[in-house]
């Protein structure tokens, strides 16, 4: 909840936010005794709260976004909750070709450092402008003339016949970057920042082509399009060539679907068109009793372990997901990269890191990918992940690194993925998942020959992997049964299965159990 107070300095922060919990919750257990016993504890609010002091230039954004939230509740009671957006790209190359895409580029970043030095200047009396839409139009007033304004720089004799859509591109990155600029510049004051900003002029910013006036489609099934490019004197139309194999997935993919202005982007010295589509889909709503998901435990021996499981611990599919031939490749070019470093040192190697930068990425796609696609074909409500603790974690060496980015970014691709399907996606404590047995018999002793297996205290051998994916399927359905309990019964539930407290140690046998204790409180 958002408030937004005016009060006296003389009263106490701490003391206000008392009285104002306090006597709520008064008034609405006076109305509604029995939220009692629904809530934990019998306590409306959390212990914590937030205050943030408001300026008198950020007061008005501040006083519309509360307003705003009696649209959210709205939409939260029409049962829209469950919707969201998605957000999708797609980058369909362009084939070389006499096109002047580095003169737009040019002249494009030009613009945009021109922008940046002139509104530093004037940007005192752009700042008191606290909407949005009045300072971009200020912004543009200051120069661009027309025949009720005079400008008061010379955009326009530097920047002749510049399209005007590519003039508020510009107008719009320059902006955001004086004020980015302005606002660390703040923080280095306050000493929040260590070291003291730069306004850089130098930008990488890359034009968007707006449709019908600076990018217009070919035919259907013709893999070219036209765009309004800078020749060096003029600007005019080029029919542009795009990768066969691009527009043929965008064809097949996203046919019918209405795209974004495509943004031009370049990557490894090739230029993109990248086209961005959005989509409305609604997430998962099923109750934790009738869920079935999929736990993920994305190994060192095998890319991935899926595990298909329901609320009682009943297992009804498993699928290991490897790519040896991939990772093969990839494995191949570090070595290569090893002994071209100790021949000629690691200054000289930035390129063939790139490129295996590149083949991790698409071993990412790939997996991501399998994994969506079993989730999706077995039904899945839910994927299941590791959270993964990137922060303060020392950096290893680059092998290393590459691995670790890898499982981030298979978790990304899959939320993407898996969220255009609407399917939902959660993540677990990932603390002895891989150490600690699934029948609950204890810590498990790896095998040296073979690092996939490992063997239990009752001497057992099983798949690591393939333990730790029923452990990470388990603590989620723990989490989620424990979760809307009332105090009372969850301190009894944990009393009969200890295991449960603790989130870093309970297994897949502390789930079954559970599971048990859980159907015989609610029979009592």
């Known amino acids: 909840i958002h408030l937004l107070v005016n009060c006296k300095p003389q009263f106490f922060i701490s003391d206000m936010i008392k009285i104002m919990k306090g006597n709520l919750a008064r008034q609405l257990f006076l109305s509604h005794p029995e939220l009692k016993k629904e809530l934990w504890g019998g306590h409306l609010w959390n212990p914590s709260y937030c205050v943030v002091t408001v300026s008198d230039r950020s007061r008005e954004q501040v006083l519309s976004y509360i307003e705003g939230q009696r649209e959210n509740e709205e939409f939260i009671k029409q049962g829209m909750r469950s919707c969201m957006q998605v957000t999708s790209s797609y980058g369909a190359e362009i084939r070389k070709q006499n096109i002047p895409i580095r003169h737009t580029l040019c002249i494009y970043r030009s613009a945009v450092s021109y922008l940046i030095r002139m509104y530093a200047k004037a940007w005192e009396e752009l700042s008191e ?21 005079q400008a008061r720089y010379d955009f326009d004799r530097y920047f002749p016949k510049l399209p005007s859509y590519l003039r508020r591109s510009a107008i719009q990155h320059a902006l955001g970057s004086i004020a980015s600029y302005e606002t660390r510049l703040e923080l280095w004051k306050n000493g929040t920042l260590s070291g003291k900003p730069k306004l850089t002029l130098e930008n990488h910013a890359m034009p968007v082509f707006y449709r019908d006036v600076m990018y217009r489609e070919a035919g259907e099934t013709e893999n070219a399009a036209y765009l309004k490019l800078y020749d060096g004197h003029d600007w005019k139309w080029f029919r542009v060539r795009l990768l066969h194999t691009d527009m043929e997935y965008l064809r097949k993919h996203w046919m019918g679907k209405k795209a974004s202005a495509p ?75 090893r002994r071209f470093q100790r021949q000629h040192g690691s200054g000289q190697s930035g390129s063939r890191w790139a490129y295996a930068k590149r083949l991790n990425m698409e071993l990412v796609r790939k997996v991501s990918g399998a994994i969506t696609a079993y989730a999706w074909e077995q039904g899945a409500e839910v994927i299941v992940f590791e959270y993964l603790e990137m922060q303060g974690k020392k950096q290893g060496g680059k092998k290393q690194r590459l691995y670790m980015w890898r499982k981030r970014d298979i978790q990304k691709q899959c939320e993407h993925q ?17 150490r600690q047995a699934f029948d609950g018999s204890g810590k498990v002793a790896r095998n040296p020959e073979n690092h996939s297996l490992c063997t239990f205290t009752t001497g057992k051998q099983y798949n690591c992997d393939l333990s730790a994916a029923y452990n990470i399927g388990a603590r989620y359905f723990i989490r989620e049964l ?13 009393a009969k299965v200890p295991a449960v407290k603790r989130r870093t140690s309970c297994v897949y046998a502390d789930l079954r159990k559970l599971y048990v204790e859980v159907n015989n409180l609610k029979a009592a």
Do not use: W
């Open 129 to 149: 402008i606290t909407d949005t839409k009045k300072r971009f139009n200020e912004a543009e007033h200051l120069v661009h003339t027309t025949k009720k304004n």
């Open 263 to 337: 943004t031009l982007e370049k990557r490894h010295h090739k230029y993109f068109l990248r086209f961005t589509y959005t989509e409305e889909t609604k997430l998962s709503r099923t109750a934790v009793k009738d869920q079935t998901i999929c736990s993920v435990d994305m190994g060192i021996n095998t890319d991935a372990v899926c595990t298909i499981m329901q609320e009682d611990g009943t297992v009804l599919g498993r699928r290991f997901l490897n790519f040896p031939s991939e990772k093969d490749r990839l494995y191949r070019v570090l070595g290569r990269i």
């Open 418 to 434: 898996a969220h255009r399907r609407g399917i939902r996606v959660s993540r677990v404590s990932a603390r002895n998942t891989s």
């Open 482 to 494: 424990l979760k809307p309990l009332p105090e009372t019964e969850r301190s009894s539930l944990e």
